[in-house]
């Protein structure tokens, strides 16, 4: 995949798809493919959206390597080819980032979501040789460059356009601590090259300066209000793209923030929600817990407040 195709399919909403659970916990197959289909049916294709299949919203720290492998095969086939698929690969493991890899490569993902590895905290040189040794050992898969700052590893823009150099190195996951200038002059500088997706939250500028995708857990819920976003941005109609912004996503946001200080994980807002509109959720492993009756109450409150069709339950 050069710059091009990776700009054309790498674009729009990107879900990091949830991985739901049953009663004792194991992988709700039927679940996930109820949730892939929702979105597919309702916008989320390619050229205007993106599926994330066992990254961190998809609750992968708590995934075995195989029921990673499971999760990423039963979304690419829910996925049907109506939309692209890139699968999360990052690990503290080698063998198991390569593993993803191939499995992303033999189950038909057109990508694969990669992050330096955490823990032990590599140098650039280790980075490098990280990713050269994920990309030799595949063939057809884009890599995502994920830029996992918050686990105690920024990566410089001279780091991240050594990255870009590997031949299918043709996408980046960006966001950046300091946010605002030091963020979009990332976006600028990489746009020409990759295909950058905002995980800042800064739409409208992103795609003002090139980006071609943004990280939405809304759109799980509501996909036809990203997707309206979506069109909107590439319309250049940003004013009115902000707006929607500002008065859905933004309190969707904020009282999932209030949620990520209470509990770990990713998932948790995302299943309760989905539950409230009459879609399979389902419970969390440890260290995440499902939200109490009066968390639920005041998130049935918010999306009815921003406007979320089919609310259903309390």
């Known amino acids: 995949m050069d710059t091009d195709e990776a700009k054309r399919v790498l674009r729009g909403p990107m879900i990091p798809v949830i991985t739901n659970l049953k009663a004792d916990l194991s992988i709700d197959h039927d679940a996930i493919r109820t949730n892939v ?82 823990y032990y905290t590599p140098s650039d040189r280790d980075i490098v040789a990280w990713f050269r040794a994920v990309h030799d050992a595949t063939e057809r898969v884009c890599l995502m460059v994920y830029h996992t700052w918050w686990e105690g590893r920024e990566m410089s823009p001279e780091l991240i356009e050594r990255l870009a150099e590997l031949p299918r190195c043709r996408s980046l996951k960006w966001s950046h601590p300091a946010g605002g200038t030091r963020y979009l002059r990332g976006v600028e500088r990489f746009a020409e090259t990759m295909a950058v997706v905002d995980n800042q939250g800064l739409w409208v500028m992103t795609h003002m300066l090139g980006g071609t995708g943004v990280i939405t857990h809304l759109a799980t819920v509501w996909p036809e209000h990203d997707v309206a976003v979506w069109t909107l941005l590439e319309a250049g109609d940003y004013v009115a793209a902000q707006q929607q912004i500002a008065a859905a996503n933004w309190p969707w946001y904020d009282f999932r923030s209030m949620m990520a200080s209470r509990t770990g994980g990713e998932s948790p807002t995302v299943k309760a929600a989905l539950e409230l509109c009459g879609r399979p959720g389902g419970p969390s492993r440890l260290p995440s817990r499902a939200l109490t009756v009066a968390e639920r109450t005041e998130l049935r409150e918010l999306l009815l407040r921003i406007g979320v069709p089919s609310v259903v339950g309390g």
């Not at 929702?38 to 029921?67: K, N, W, Y």
């Not at 698929?85 to 499995?103: E, K, S």
Request: net charge negative; glycine share 12%; with cysteine.
């Open 37 to 118: 289909r929702h979105v597919v049916e309702r916008g989320i294709v390619t050229g205007q959206g993106v599926l994330l299949a066992v990254g961190a919203g998809g609750d992968f720290p708590m995934l075995s390597v195989e029921e990673r492998k499971a999760a990423a095969k039963t979304i690419v086939e829910a996925a049907a080819g109506e939309a692209p698929v890139v699968v999360g690969a990052q690990d503290t493991r080698l063998d198991a980032c390569i593993a993803l890899a191939r499995w992303a490569e033999e189950i038909g993902a057109v990508g694969i979501q990669v992050a330096p590895p955490y």
